[in-house]
T-cell receptor, first 114, second 115 residues
Framework: DSGVTQTPKHLITATGQRVTLRCSPR?????VYWYQQSLDQGLQFLIQ???????AKGNILERFSAQQFPDLHSELNLSSLELGDSALYFC?????????????FGEGSRLTVL | AQSVTQPDIHITVSEGASLELRCNYS??????LFWYVQSPGQGLQLLLK??????LVQGIKGFEAEFKRSQSSFNLRKPSVHWSDAAEYFC?????????????FGKGTHLIIQP
């Protein structure tokens, strides 16, 4: 158990819909990262928050957004969903702000868009 | 920007045989290097990491990896694999300068264990 909790574990929805994925980081970790894992693209970094502030953006679509709340949990919002958004979405946390710290991953949220 | 290449998409090894998974990275300075393992339906678990010092690092589950700066490599090894080692293995690089982009992952190597 990494200490990172993600909900829901599975989600099935239709094209055009909007979903919210939730992540609770390990106790004491201030950084939260979101990654998308698909068969063709592998693990893609989406976005990072540190102590409530956005710190880095990767390959995140404009239809996607995220935020980190004062209690440090984070939500990833995916809107106007397309078939290609079907993937496993991972949240990871780290005690450090930058890329030098190891990441602790949740078990992921599997999104299926029909 | 950093990048990671895992040249082998699939590797098949007999149980009890030795294993080496290859990883090459691209980064301008001394990188922070990681190996993660992902079992089916699970998240990624850290096997080992290299930050500095001894270039041969030991990890969990009997794995080790060697950092070779001249070859820009960080290959993962295990002397004798077990059926439970069947999983997806990811090499990752982090920015030693503290860049905020998290880790950059390779596309992974799928390890199959033959009985």
């Amino acid at each position: 158990d990494s200490g990172v909790t993600q909900t829901p574990k599975h989600l099935i929805t239709a094209t055009g819909q909007r979903v919210t994925l939730r992540c609770s980081p390990r106790s004491g970790d201030l950084s939260v990262y979101w990654y998308q894992q698909s068969l063709d693209q592998g693990l893609q970094f989406l976005i990072q928050y540190y102590n409530g502030e956005e710190r880095a953006k990767g390959n995140i679509l404009e239809r996607f957004s995220a935020q980190q709340f004062p209690d440090l949990h984070s939500e990833l919002n995916l809107s106007s969903l397309e078939l290609g958004d079907s993937a496993l979405y991972f949240c990871a946390s780290s005690v450090l702000q930058g890329g030098s710290g190891e990441l602790f991953f949740g078990e992921g949220s599997r999104l299926t868009v029909l | 920007a950093q990048s990671v290449t895992q040249p082998d998409i699939h590797i098949t090894v007999s149980e009890g045989a030795s294993l080496e998974l290859r990883c090459n990275y691209s980064y301008g300075a001394t990188p922070y290097l990681f190996w993660y393992v992902q079992s089916p339906g699970q998240g990624l678990q850290l096997l080992l990491k290299y930050f500095s010092g001894d270039t041969l690092v030991q990890g969990i589950k009997g794995f080790e990896a060697e950092f070779k700066r001249s070859q820009s490599s960080f290959n993962l090894r295990k002397p004798s694999v077990h059926w439970s080692d069947a999983a997806e293995y990811f090499c990752a690089v982090g920015a030693s300068g503290g860049g905020a982009d998290g880790l950059t992952f390779g596309k992974g190597t799928h390890l199959i264990i033959q009985p």
